[in-house]
């Protein structure tokens, strides 16, 4: 069982920066993928970045370039620092982690995910 809690959403404007963190508790021992998604109402959720415990990276098509992830030494927060945010960038944005398992899977669907934090909202404004 794995706890996840977004924090550090907020209003900013174009071109802004924020940082998304996501505290990790329960089985933060085992191997597993821990990853951003992101949802605006009324369309498909997005897979944002993922990680694991090896440090292995693997980022989907949004973001690319201006978003970053990572994840503390303790493998106790996961972080999303986005970099100049734009008004597309506005969304729901959650934190989300799979089951025991080796890597991440493949194209990062969201169905592979077991279990989520509630979100954290993200607004950007022009």
């Known amino acids: 069982q794995v706890n996840l809690v977004e924090s550090g959403g907020g209003s900013v404007q174009r071109g802004e920066s924020l940082r998304l963190s996501c505290a990790v508790s329960g089985d933060i021992n085992s191997r597993r993928c821990l990853a951003w998604f992101r949802q605006v109402p009324g369309k498909e959720r997005e897979a944002v970045a993922a990680?694991?415990?090896?440090?292995?990276?693997d980022y989907g098509d949004v973001g690319h370039g201006r978003f970053f992830i990572s994840l503390n030494d303790a493998k106790t927060t996961l972080y999303l620092q986005m970099n100049d945010l734009a008004p597309t960038d506005s969304a729901q944005y959650y934190c989300?982690?799979?089951?025991?398992?080796?890597?991440?899977?493949?194209?990062?669907?969201?169905?592979?995910?077991?279990?989520w934090g509630q979100g954290t909202n993200v607004a950007v404004s022009s």
């Open positions: 989300a982690a799979t089951g025991v398992r080796w890597g991440c899977p493949d194209g990062l669907p969201g169905g592979d995910f077991t279990f």
């Open positions: 990680t694991n415990r090896d440090g292995t990276l």
